[in-house]
Each structure stands twice: as C-alpha cells, then as structure tokens.
C-alpha cells in the first residue's frame, strides 16, 4: 500500500495563495488516482479535487472551482494542489488520498496523515 506525507499547509490571509504537495512511497505512484480531501473543524471530510494516473483528467468541488489546481508529477512521485484566492472557508486540514474514484469523488484506502491550513480574514 502507498505512504502519502502531505506538507505546504500554513497560515495564509485571505486572498492569499498555497501550493500543498503529496509525497508517495511504497507503491506504483502512476497507477494511482490521486486527490484532496479536507476536514473543517465539526464537519465531514469533503472531496475537494482529483486527477487521472496521467494527469489527463481532473475534477474539483464546485467550492473550488476557478481557483484551486491539482497537479502530479509521476516522474517524482507527488502531487500538489495549488490554491489561489483562498478564502476563510477553505480553513481545514487537507490530506492526500490515493485511489480515488473520480467519477463519484469517493477516496481510496490510502491517507497522509494532512496538513493544516487556516485563512485569516
């Protein structure tokens, strides 16, 4: 089974910018289909985006739509998520998952262990 180890969380302002990055080991990083998920305080963990073992497909929440961008690099073993014009409501802490079904945004068995991220206003 793959190892994830998120990192890039942090403390931003609102409008502000991060770039999270998901490190795999352990398994065959290109057969996977990676995505991010997130947990606010109270509430369920939520899809956020998910991309093909290519990279070829992607697909986001509507909630992040415009503004976040999911990435991988096979060659490296990662997977990023850029996000831009964040807003209080993206405060959560973010884990990478490995097997996500794209068409249902369902995750795989697969956890990093997250990364916070907080957005002041």
């Known amino acids: 089974q793959v190892q994830l180890v998120e990192s890039g969380g942090g403390l931003v302002q609102a409008g502000g910018s991060l770039r999270l990055s998901c490190a795999a080991s352990?398994?065959?990083?290109?057969?996977?289909?990676m995505g991010w998920f997130r947990q606010a305080p109270g509430k369920e963990r939520e899809f956020v985006a998910g991309?093909?073992?290519?990279?070829?497909?992607?697909i986001y929440a509507d909630s992040v739509k415009g503004r976040f961008t999911i990435s991988r690099d096979n060659a490296k073993n990662t997977v990023h998520l850029q996000m831009n014009s964040l807003k209080p409501e993206d405060t959560a802490v973010y884990f990478c998952?490995?097997?996500?079904?794209?068409?249902?945004?369902?995750?795989?068995?697969?956890w990093g262990q997250g990364t916070q991220v907080t957005v002041s206003s």
């Open positions: 998952n490995a097997g996500v079904t794209l068409w249902s945004m369902k995750p795989g068995d697969s």
């Open positions: 352990g398994g065959t990083f290109s057969s996977y289909v």
């Open positions: 991309i093909s073992w290519s990279g070829g497909s992607t």
